[in-house]
């Protein structure tokens, strides 16, 4: 899977990616997407090192240019404006980026922020001590909390799709959803009886997410790979392209289902020492750390729901298309499947931590 350190990796085919802060190897640029960087750092006004160096990314045009990260947005959204928006309303963390310049053009905006030291989390994590980890968690939850207290900017503007299919402007939060669920029936390849047990499961737990409150932030893309770690502290939290308005416990969608299959979410180079049961542990800290996150008596209703407009969103985004491959183990229509069928990794997670799952 494709990496950056603005974005995310994705369990199927990734919409939406991550630029790390640290050089990764990649083909080399071609030379306008270069020429778009010089111009971003001369339009403002920052050094222009002649070691550009490209960062890996299927989303931006990322370069690591000195102490600056430069990223470029070539779709016509001006999502790097919202970001850049988005940052200087949040509160000055050692964690928050730091946005040294943005501007630029429908089709080629940018933003640069400051480079800071560390890795990935998911890369350090592995060789961490217990001690190590347990730190780690309890800085991520204090940064998780300082966010999830920061209110929504009122002139944000709206993301024109999210991870999740859900939507506090509408009647009910899951009119997106189910919408979704019914242009899926017109697709040949999808089951619709699959496609009806979803829309089932989603009426019978709908209510749980009610009143949905959309007047805080969120981080919207909580994984390892989006944090740096420089040994002693998490010196960034990464990617900000889903932040948005929701509940707070729409948080743990994301990372339960990284904890659950952390190779999934984390570069191919480390993919392999990515281990499920070195994630064990970080569902129950943060629960530690953050006991009003899992306050809500209808906990698993709400995350049940929160899985399925994921991976129904996926599913919507990047559709089956004839002649296209099989459906792998983590293809969004098998976590359907498992989520109907036991629960899947919403149940196994809450159960293994001694939360109610009935």
């Given at each position: 899977?494709?990496?950056?350190?603005?974005?995310?990796?994705?369990?199927?085919?990734?919409?939406?990616?991550?630029?790390?802060?640290?050089?990764?190897?990649?083909?080399?640029?071609?030379?306008?997407?270069?020429?778009?960087?010089?111009?971003?750092?001369?339009?403002?006004?920052?050094?222009?090192?002649?070691?550009?160096v490209p960062a890996s990314s299927t989303r931006n045009e990322v370069f690591l240019a000195g102490d600056a990260v430069v990223r470029v947005n070539r779709q016509p959204n001006q999502r790097l404006r919202r970001e850049a928006l988005l940052c200087a309303e949040l509160p000055v963390r050692t964690w928050s980026p730091r946005v040294l310049a943005?501007?630029?053009?429908?089709?080629?905006?940018?933003?640069i922020v400051a480079r800071r030291p560390g890795v990935p989390l998911s890369r350090a994590w592995p060789l961490m001590t217990r001690p190590q980890r347990r730190?780690?968690?309890?800085?991520?939850?204090?940064?998780?909390?300082?966010?999830?207290?920061?209110?929504?900017?009122?002139?944000?503007?709206?993301?024109?799709?999210?991870?999740?299919?859900?939507d506090a402007a509408c009647t009910s939060p899951v009119v997106p959803l189910l919408m979704a669920i019914d242009h899926l029936k017109r697709n040949p390849l999808v089951d619709n009886g699959l496609l009806h047990d979803i829309d089932q499961k989603v009426m019978?737990?709908?209510?749980?997410?009610?009143?949905?409150?959309?007047?805080?932030?969120?981080?919207?893309?909580?994984?390892f790979e989006n944090m740096l770690w420089d040994g002693t502290?998490?010196?960034?939290?990464?990617?900000?392209?889903?932040?948005?308005?929701?509940?707070?416990?729409?948080?743990?969608?994301?990372?339960?289902?990284?904890?659950?299959?952390?190779?999934?979410?984390?570069?191919?180079?480390?993919?392999?020492?990515?281990?499920?049961?070195?994630?064990?542990?970080?569902?129950?800290?943060?629960?530690?750390?953050?006991?009003?996150?899992?306050?809500?008596?209808?906990l698993h209703e709400r995350l049940v729901l929160?899985?399925?407009?994921f991976d129904v969103s996926e599913l919507a985004t990047f559709p089956p298309?004839?002649?296209?491959?099989?459906?792998?183990p983590l293809h969004p229509i098998r976590r359907l499947e498992a989520m109907l069928h036991?629960?899947?990794?919403?149940?196994k997670t809450l159960s293994r931590i001694g939360y109610p799952t009935t």
């Open positions: 899977m494709a990496k950056d350190a603005d974005g995310r990796a994705h369990v199927s085919k990734p919409p939406h990616v991550r630029t790390f802060m640290t050089a990764v190897s990649v083909p080399s640029p071609d030379r306008f997407a270069l020429a778009r960087v010089r111009h971003a750092l001369r339009e403002a006004g920052l050094p222009c090192p002649d070691d550009i943005s501007g630029g053009e429908v089709g080629a905006d940018y933003l730190e780690a968690i309890k800085q991520l939850s204090a940064a998780l909390m300082t966010l999830h207290r920061t209110p929504r900017p009122p002139g944000l503007p709206r993301l024109d799709r999210t991870t999740h299919l859900l019978d737990v709908g209510e749980s997410i009610r009143p949905y409150d959309a007047s805080h932030l969120i981080h919207g893309d909580l994984t502290q998490i010196t960034a939290l990464l990617d900000l392209e889903w932040c948005r308005g929701a509940p707070a416990d729409l948080d743990l969608d994301v990372l339960f289902r990284f904890c659950a299959i952390p190779s999934a979410h984390v570069a191919p180079d480390y993919a392999s020492s990515a281990l499920p049961e070195d994630y064990q542990c970080v569902p129950g800290w943060i629960a530690e750390e953050l006991p009003a996150l899992f306050a809500h008596p209808q929160y899985s399925l407009a298309q004839p002649g296209g491959p099989t459906f792998g036991d629960g899947g990794h919403v149940t």
